[in-house]
């Protein structure tokens, strides 16, 4: 699969739970975790559980940096 996303992280999932209709689907990716928020649809049509590879793929039209 081909997409125009630059920013592509490999990891494995290390956790999923599943409401009525969002999931939340955790990755490590490195020494991070970045934890997205799914359809439950979208989870069950992927068959995404713990243990598997996958990429995070971000596609963002802003980024904000905070600092104190």
Do not use: C, F, H, Y
Request: net charge neutral; aromatic share 0%.
């Amino acid at each position: 699969m081909r997409i125009s996303a630059r920013n592509q992280l490999p990891g494995v999932v290390t956790e999923t739970t599943s409401g009525a209709v969002m999931a939340e689907v955790v990755v490590k990716v490195e020494a991070s975790t970045v934890a997205a928020a799914i359809t439950k649809s979208s989870l069950d049509a992927l068959g995404i559980k713990p243990g598997d590879n996958v990429t995070v793929i971000i596609k963002a039209t802003e980024v904000i940096i905070g600092k104190e």
